[in-house]
């Protein structure tokens, strides 16, 4: 099992910024990819970016390009994303998610609360 924590949500104004983090405890070893995912009121879940443990190839989406990072710490098993410029649709609970080497994200934060108010 991969036990996963996000913080760093919260409120901030149009064209703010913040930083999520996700802890990383458990059977680290046995994932391969981590992203962030998002979930805005009445809206599907969508992936946001992801990045690789080994090789820190990163990925996004096209509405967050230029705008979010993702990073990891190996040392603490902690991927972060940079949120920066961000406007009220990025409003949404972010989580945090593991995959295996099969691709599938497997293992779930508890999600963490950003709001950007205009």
């Known amino acids: 099992q991969v036990q996963l924590v996000e913080s760093g949500g919260g409120l901030v104004q149009t064209g703010g910024s913040l930083r999520l983090s996700c802890a990383a405890s458990g059977r680290t070893f046995s994932t391969y990819t981590m992203g962030w995912f998002r979930q805005a009121p009445g809206k599907d879940r969508e992936f946001a970016a992801s990045i690789t443990w080994s090789g820190g190839s990163t990925y996004y989406v096209d509405s967050v390009k230029g705008r979010f990072t993702i990073s990891r710490d190996i040392a603490k098993n902690t991927v972060y994303l940079q949120m920066n410029s961000l406007k009220p649709e990025d409003t949404a609970v972010y989580y945090c998610?593991?995959?295996?080497?099969?691709?599938?994200?497997?293992?779930w934060g508890q999600g963490t609360q950003v709001t950007v108010s205009s």
């Open positions: 998610a593991a995959a295996t080497t099969d691709g599938h994200y497997k293992y």
